[in-house]
């Protein structure tokens, strides 16, 4: 299957900090890639869906200013943290959808996750 | 109420024993996604089902599309197993996911 990597896979840092977390699609080329963010022991919440060389579409109560994500090329999500404070620790999951040798994934792969500590 | 509902929350089982899973949910849905987390945190997608069965391994997928309704089943479970499974589905006309708040398993020798 294809595979979704994600760098780091944890991160402190101090309050007021900015933070970049990198998604990457090794093996195939994400059109679509989904950040979501976890809380412990709740289920996943989609914080945005960004489309190759388009402006990432925020759900809503996701400040855009705050998390930035720039989706440049097939392979390379990124998602800034800007200003970071002690709430926004969380785990941060992205996924990819997209194509390889002209096969269609319509299932989204997951990256590995990035544990975030803001202190 | 939740639009994807999970049962049960949490599950303990003996190895060897054999595992049910559900899953139902209340919207449209173009397909319905079966995930484990591990420990770790990282997610790993088992099975992604529109209709019918799916199987791999010792695992085994069902929907029935009218009851909106889906398993998933382990059989021969082992310790390995253990993780946190997740019930998502793509709901129609869109690309985004909505997940159940899924199922803790743990499997002891």
């Known amino acids: 299957g294809a595979v979704v990597s994600q760098h780091p896979s944890r991160v402190i840092c101090k309050s007021g900090t900015s933070v970049k977390i990198e998604c990457r699609s090794l093996?195939?080329?994400?059109?679509?890639m989904f950040w979501y963010r976890q809380f412990p022991k709740q289920s996943l919440m989609l914080m945005a869906t960004s489309n190759e060389g388009s402006k990432a579409t925020y759900e809503q109560g996701v400040e855009k200013d705050k998390f930035l994500i720039n989706h440049a090329s097939l392979t390379l999500s990124t998602l800034t943290v800007t200003s970071a404070h002690p709430e926004d620790s969380s785990f941060y999951i992205c996924?990819?959808?997209?194509?390889?040798?002209?096969?269609?994934?319509?299932?989204?792969?997951f990256g590995p996750g990035t544990r975030l500590t803001v202190l | 109420k939740n639009e994807v509902e999970q049962s049960p929350q949490n599950l303990t089982a003996q190895e060897g024993e054999f595992i049910t899973i559900n899953c139902s949910y209340s919207?449209?849905?173009?397909?319905l996604h079966w995930l484990q987390q591990h420990p770790g945190g990282g997610i790993v997608s088992l099975f992604m089902?529109?209709?019918g069965k799916k199987k791999h391994g010792r695992l085994i997928a069902t929907i029935n599309i009218q009851e909106k309704h889906s398993s998933l089943h382990i059989t021969a479970s082992h310790p390995r197993d253990s993780a946190v499974y997740i019930c998502a589905v793509t709901r129609d006309n869109t690309d985004k996911l909505i997940f159940g708040t899924g199922t803790r398993l743990q499997v002891f020798p």
């Open positions: 996924s990819a959808r997209g194509e390889t040798g002209g096969a269609w994934y319509n299932e989204q792969f």
């Open positions: 089902l529109s209709s």
């Open positions: 919207v449209g849905i173009s397909a």
């Open positions: 093996d195939f080329q994400a059109t679509t």
